[in-house]
């Protein structure tokens, strides 16, 4: 008969297997796991909010990789110098614009988005990157209305909107990849983000279901959940071992497309986010709680001294 140590036995072994197995694919996936030849998917890249930040950087990354890019953003003008900077530094690439204010919920728009601008063209790899968070941590009955409302616009039904309506080709051709940016704030909750947090629990948890329900169609769907990376949302302006450029992570988040179907898309994130999503809620709560009143009170002692 087994006794009951060997039964703990046998646990400990496969608790201490499983972990190490992570360890060993972090490493590799982290350093000589090949990148996925994108082309495959198709020609082009739609990428949304793609003048600044992670969504610039997915842009410029994909075109280095061969890529023609269409960009997606609100204003024309800024539109018009990435796509310039694009092609002056990737002759071959081709880019398309559109300016498209996505803080709306009116599907028209979204369907007059794609008649006119992308039913035309052969789309690989569809990246919804455009979203917004708060100004800074604040309580739910501090939010206004309207930004409750773009918060869900941008964050969820651009998102909804515009797989929607580019699905249908990439079945058509059995092959497309789409890539939903989360945070790690939607991996766990955060008190006095809590909006922000819960459209990003939606991009995680939709990104899955549509990954299992799409797998067999030949369409790759990924959830990528970054921390905090240099950019006008998070308001850090310099990089640090935890917090990289844009172009970095976006350099590294692309490798992943075609292997994990979520990820955080950084080495460092990556671990911070299982440390988040190890920890005890009880621990975890609380160290959410801390920051992020702390950073409120900052936020609000700064506007008083203005």
Not at 57 to 65: C, G, H, M, Q, T
Not at 232 to 238: E, L, P
């Amino acid at each position: 008969m087994i006794s009951i140590i060997d039964i703990g036995t046998l646990i400990g072994l496969a608790f201490i297997a499983v972990h190490l197995y992570k360890f060993l694919n972090f490493v590799y996936a982290s350093t000589i796991r090949p990148s996925t030849n994108l082309k495959k998917y198709g020609d082009w890249a739609v990428v949304t909010g793609a003048t600044d930040g992670i969504g610039k950087a997915y842009a410029y990354e994909f075109a280095k990789r061969g890529m023609n890019i269409v960009l997606i953003s609100r204003s024309q003008d800024k539109l018009n110098d990435e796509a310039q900077k694009i092609q002056s530094k990737y002759p071959k690439i081709q880019t398309k614009t559109v300016a498209f204010d996505f803080n709306t919920s009116d599907d028209s728009k979204y369907e007059s988005l794609y008649k006119q601008h992308l039913s035309q063209v052969d789309i690989g790899v569809l990246v919804n990157n455009v979203g917004i968070s708060y100004d800074h941590p604040m309580y739910l009955e501090e939010l206004s209305v309207d930004r409750i409302n773009a918060l869900v616009n941008m964050n969820v039904k651009s998102m909804i909107a515009l797989t929607r309506l580019v699905v249908p080709s990439m079945i058509t051709k059995k092959r497309g990849a789409i890539i939903n940016l989360s945070s790690i704030s939607g991996m766990s909750p955060i008190p006095f983000l809590s909006v922000y947090s819960g459209t990003k629990a939606f991009v995680h948890r939709f990104s899955n279901s549509l990954s299992v329900e799409l797998a067999d169609k030949g369409i790759f769907v990924q959830c990528v959940a970054p921390g905090i990376v240099v950019s006008n949302m998070s308001k850090v302006r310099k990089p640090s071992l935890f917090v990289p450029l844009p172009e970095a992570y976006a350099r590294s988040a692309i490798s992943t497309i075609g292997y994990e179907r979520t990820t955080s898309g950084y080495w460092a994130h990556k671990i911070q986010t299982y440390l988040i999503t190890s920890l005890p809620s009880i621990v975890s709560d609380k160290v959410m709680y801390d920051m992020h009143a702390s950073q409120r009170k900052r936020a609000l002692s700064k506007k008083k001294s203005q």
